[in-house]
């Protein structure tokens, strides 16, 4: 078999994860770092014949008028990621990178994000049909330019305010002719760029808690054109703990009566989270792990606060009040400071050469095998991070043995 | 069927555990509380026909001049455990269990134990096979009183020094015959109560770090004498978690550089673990999961200290230092605050159905499949708290459809 | 000099706080108690001549249905003070105060506390003035039933949404025709009891962020009757540690560039300030102590959440984000789980004491020596808890060398 | 007056917290950092008449075989203290003040110490006497070529095992002989340096827990020669919020029942802290804060303990359990995350300036107001942290004023 080159196609291409993950990705190839903190590195996955990191290429949306060098530079600042000389010696290849990236729409974004755009992006209001085709050439000419098999569109873009799934028609044949009204159809940029992807059979991973291609109509886009997608809202701090933590409690026959936890922290997205609209968004992503797995509801609070200090360090503290034999209540308190880009950005590779090799064994539609990703797996009834983790591993046991 | 009549037999019988394990059976049986708390009462345990609490009958030995009364009663100003008046309605029922308690033995408990035995326990030398026929008489003379099917022999007294496996021959041929010898065989109480059950056949299940059953030669006489034993050290706590824990890190492919743990708490447990030689077979105990969990050695302390006004709540302060994606170094820490002894005695009520069901099923030897419930569970490869808790699930299963 | 005996009259007589106050203060006229936690019993205050304990006489108003013996008992269940036993040795003198409470005004409280009034107190809207009377009528058959030569009032009632002090007019004889008025008036109620005590000339504390007599021209009225009033919002805990260690970076010339404060309780307390205008009073009382220490506006947050399981458990995590030499930020974390009325309590008995002796010796207005009592105490430049204690201190010398 | 020319010569002048003042001190004249983090550049201290940095000349000695920038760019990788590029504006500089650094020497510092020692370090037993006398050679040789007015010394070597000060002669006359003689005389090497310094009345700084100047015999030498010293043991992080956080448990009356601190970081000092013989200098020097601001003695537990992944970040976990009113037992518990250096280095800074300026201003032995900067200061009574502070500002105002 001929070696396959894969483009992975980053939806916020200049942003923090972004950055952070492109970066590191170059590092990857050039030996500066080793395979820690990357999933896809581990010995379950080793024959599973995953996409060198030498065989994938890099480009992307951006809305906002930023450098990916300068976004690499101040990452660094703030998270100490590698040392100022071998950022040094990954600047030839993000300029490359940057010449791959177009401007992004703001279309359906709300105001918060639509004020980040640059200037470089239209601001008029265009027609959906219209967004969706230029950003379907943009994909095709970064397919043409590079020789590629095959694209993985990735959204890692600023979190949108929160779209119901049951806004959008639930077919797709009614969805695609909301598209081409001449009247604003409703549709959230993050599912336009799904819809570009899927409807160019390619697979699409949706990092954020924005809509994305999480409306029924949009699966059966996917099934319709033979690709996969998967998401929602990469699970990289808290949520993961949350995962982790309330099935210990649920297997002890502990009873949570409360469970509060706070975060905070100072990167971009901090401060588009800053405004309640998209900060719905967010929270409601993080706030149903514990019924799932406790199987009632405890009381819960949970707050996302922009703290400007801390920058990319998101530090959570969370309160949890359960009380087990003769009804005494106990107490167990956690603090995460984690660097968020920093975790987020190993996932988004991972994630790019499982979802490809999911295609290429060919998968259709939303892929459940991945939800150890997220905080809000589509269609995944499980929020148990270990029986999600041994779903990822069945799969890779099945693809194996093929 | 006819109803089985089961014995449940406490070494350390009016310690906080065992007080407190007594007292919330008791409110129990007379639905003055919940099964909160009890691994053994949830849906996937429900049609094992495990022991009812009503056909339980507990008795035990102790070494101390204590009242069991004054002990729950300790535990109830402590840990708020059951109101006053709830308590002094069972009141009754713990005078009647306090008439099954026999003294214990102190032999090769070291000093520290030694001390705190009563005028009513023999202090002068006796040959260990004659403790163990005085210990195998009390167990003969509760089984005979009370027309008991079956006795599950617990150990929740004070943790005894280390005792190496390797110490004590390796068959029981051997050993027995060394329990014969007049001079000090080096035996430990916990080893000769656990001997004194199996010989009968009995079930014994060591909660605590002492050396208990661990020993090959033990292994072997309760394969000879077709019964069954399970240990050691119950996991209740900081240990719980990081069981917990540690699989995330691995499954993230997260590289855990330091994991320090520091215990704080007040009760004679930790007066006892306040001795060094004691607290020595603690924190071995507690110091083996990660390594087994995440394929390397990261640096670890363990402290256990002992802190009066803490009294039984036990406070823990983890700070794990691990590093991911690029090498920064992030930081989770968690303080934990459990009522020690209202977390085990669920586990130690739980431990007694499930050991005797296996006992009734026909197991031999050590019981794999309750490793969730230990910190150092025999002859088991892995210290992942949900791989251990599939095995209970997968074994609960089998019973079940036999 | 013949013995004074002194009233305490609380508003909010049945609430947490006021129940906690009044058995822990029969419980120390009984020797049950010692008297661990009162400021007013340490030595610099020893020959003050402070009222003492048994000279006291306790009534209030209250505007809900509820036993105060049942509120003393709920605290106990909660928070463990005393024991069954001792607090069953209280019940008599409980009820004796019990038959010393009447009922309150509802007038201006807002809806949230509104609809927490039981039937005895009056819904219709009543004119202030008339409202006024009627407290003023229950203090003055207080001071006559038991012969009392002062009466300390002391608000310990739910929080108020707030009312800007320049809401009222300036000067006490506007205010005093603007009671008179048929129209609302919009003078909330913890306003209307200062008033009814200043203008009887008896001594007034605001222990809540409530107005109380936090405007000039109740201050004006106080002078005129040669009375004393101090408030406001009892500092017992987080604000308390923000006074201590904010004087500490800033004597270190440490920057704090963030201090993140979340308190999460359940009492009804919270259940109050879960209502978003009774907040806002709260809120704005904890957040002006960091600038006026720091000499700067760091980013501050401060959240106040209702976490039902935690009872009158508060608990806050303060997180502080700081820098000094050469810019590295570092972080100082800090939990802290007090249980809030058996704070509360002894500073409220200590202000009457220490209120009255000001009185006695002759002071006027607003008691600025008391700041150290106090999150936001009325007129005082420094929130430097040292500072305030300081004065404390200073004033204390002055009164016992007189 | 002539501005003076001031030396501050550096015991340890490469480790970190003398790498981090050197280049901390280089960056403030080169104006690349603001005076934040210095005690001495605030409002209270600006009309002393400070030396100003540009007047500082450094020097020092030091035992190991390292290189000045090294331990610089060391410090900051670890901490981030400036960028990299500003690091290498200093870099001629560090040059610079690493030509005025000498051998130092390891008589009597213990064996963990020892071998620490470069191969420059006479590693021979020496006389007392001619130590001393080769550390003066240095001194007048650095004040020679440098035309200094004075020189300050100041210890921030490694902390020596314990050595009472009671072992020394009481009596300066006796001390001095013993250096003569040809036998070890046991007086540790922090001793001999201040010996050096202060036999040339040079001023001298004990920074360390090390015994320094700390015995009689010293003090009478510094008094005959007309200089001052000060010590000891630099009050960076636990220990200030001790002297913080203990005067506020007092002033409310709260009993600290139990403080337990647990310190983990991985520099130098937290290696050779590791040995337990100078661990036991570092923990004495910690434990006695509270009983001293209390008035009774809680129990205590105070650990460091060697994390090496944790490098010069110090993370403290205390643990307060505390009680008031009632008796009912409540917690506060913090964590700090500071890097040592950085918190050190601007403190040896100002005890330099504020040291020169009372010794220029006439002290003589000991100098009490400079207790804030220490966790033992000598001869001070108080351990509160703002009386300490009071002492600094009433020094500052009589110096100011004269």
Known sequence: ????????????????????????WIALKKGLVGPRGLVSEMPPFADLGLVAWKDLVIGGH????????ESAEAMQATSGMLSTRDLARCRTELLKVERNIRPGTVLNVGPTIEQLAGAGVRRRREKARTVVRRLQDDLKAFIDQHRLDNVVVVNVASTEPPTEADVLPARWSALSKALDRAT???????SLYAIAALDLGLPYVNFTPSLGSAA??????????GTVHVGRDGKTGETLLKSVLAPMFAHRNLEVMSWVGHNIFGNMDGQVLDSPANKRSKVA?????????????????VSIEYVESLGDWKTAWDHIHFRGFLGTPMTMQFTWQGCDS???APLVLDLVRLTERAHRAGSLGS???????????????TSDFFEQFAMLIKWSSGVATR
Chains 1, 2, 3, 4 share one sequence.
């Open 216 to 225: 029924p109509a949009i699966d059966e886009l996917a099934r319709q054109r």
């Open 367 to 381: 892929l459940d095998f991945l939800a150890s990703f997220f905080k809000s797996p589509y269609g995944v009834e």
């Open 62 to 69: 951006e809305i906002r008028d930023a450098s990916l060098v």
């Open 342 to 344: 920093l975790l987020a």
């Open 184 to 190: 604003p159809c409703g549709v959230p940029a993050s």
């Open 1 to 24: 078999m001929a070696r396959k080159r894969i483009g992975l196609w980053l939806i916020g291409a200049k942003g923090a994860v972004a950055a952070t993950a492109i970066t590191g």
């Open 285 to 301: 992503s993080k706030d149903q792990v514990l019924s799932q797995t406790l199987g009632y509801q405890p009381q819960t609070l």
